[in-house]
């Protein structure tokens, strides 16, 4: 038989299990309201004329621009909300010669959660130095890279759910977001040196992260500086969502950073977007893009097909338009 000393015991356990699950319930509860944002439409009319020329049939990208309310003012002084938009009306002119055309769904606006506000973009476990087999895109095919942990809370917490979340491109407005790479210090590759870039913009692409980041967020791309001279920065980061490819052009071969005022995929003034094999088949890349659809007189869209193996660069959907080199 139990004593009566025990049940009392046993029963003083059992509420205070109960009362601390009931406790972490409400704090859970009261952490996810707080983390709750929202947004609100604005620059109705600038948005409405931005999106004036679209055409009926033509291929399509959707993009919405998320912009906290809550951006630190010297963060607000190098990313205005109105440069971002002069940066838009750009990519559009960028992107014309292509036929592909650019479609602003709306600018939100609203206090985030403070912590989404600056990140580090990749986990650390899936960061490292290039094994030296391969060329670049077969080594993250290999090895792709993974969202850090405040990234994913930060973009999930941002991005709202809806229709077509996995098709839509979503420019996201933060104050810092942070980027890992390993420098090599030697020939052989027997050191490395990992160097941390503020980046001013970053598409998370799927050539490097693959099916890695979940289909809701796919689309996120973060600026976190205007480009007050050449107004190129977001029409170079929906370069590598669109295209997927890396800093590259022409006869160049992807590299961390290269300046030139030639090509959209380099770093300069330059908004080409070649075709063929010598143009590295940015412009067919393009048109396959599963972000592009075709909507008809009737309103319904019809999508691209979907990436077949996680979206890295040599994916089947490619097929031949694809560089191999070293």
């Known amino acids: ?127 490292m130095p290039s094994g030296g087999y391969g060329n670049m895109y077969v080594q993250r095919g290999q090895s792709p890279s993974e969202l850090s942990e405040g990234a994913l809370a930060a973009f999930e917490g941002i991005i709202e759910p809806a229709e077509n979340n996995n098709r839509t491109l979503y420019l996201v407005a933060l104050q810092n977001v942070y980027m890992t790479y390993f420098e090599n210090l030697d020939e052989n590759g027997r050191n490395w040196e990992p160097k941390v870039v503020n980046t001013s913009g970053l598409s998370f692409p799927s050539y490097m992260y693959g099916g890695s980041i979940p289909d809701r967020v796919r689309g996120v791309i973060t600026l976190t500086k205007h480009d007050a001279k050449n107004k190129l920065t977001i029409a170079h980061e929906l370069g590598h969502k669109l295209m997927n490819v890396s800093h590259e052009y022409m006869a160049v071969s992807p590299q961390h950073e290269i300046r030139s005022e030639e090509g959209l995929m380099l770093y300069g003034a330059g908004t080409q977007i070649p075709a063929g094999l010598d143009g590295r088949w940015h412009q067919e890349r393009l048109l396959l893009s599963p972000y592009i659809y075709r909507q008809d007189s009737s309103g319904e869209k019809t999508w691209n097909d979907d990436y077949r193996a996680g979206g890295f660069y040599y994916d089947p959907l490619y097929e031949d338009y694809a560089v191999e080199f070293e």
């Not at 947004?39 to 055409?55: F, G, I, M, P």
């Not at 205005?80 to 939100?108: C, D, H, I, M, S």
Request: hydrophobic share 45%; glycine share 6%.
């Open 1 to 127: 038989m139990i004593s009566k000393l025990v049940c009392v015991g046993l029963l003083t356990v059992a509420l205070t299990a109960c009362a601390s699950t009931s406790v972490s319930a409400d704090l859970s509860a009261a952490t996810e309201e707080s983390r709750t944002i929202n947004w609100t439409v604005v620059k109705a009319a600038e948005v409405q004329s931005l999106n004036a020329d679209l055409e009926v049939g033509k291929p399509t990208v959707d993009i919405g621009l998320y912009y906290p309310s809550n951006l630190h003012k010297d963060a607000v002084a190098i990313l205005p909300l109105e440069g971002l938009l002069e940066e838009f009306a750009n990519a559009k002119r960028v992107f014309a010669p292509t036929g592909v055309q650019l479609n602003l769904l709306w600018v939100k606006t609203g206090e985030v959660d403070p912590g989404f506000l600056a990140i580090n973009s990749t986990s650390v476990r899936s960061q």
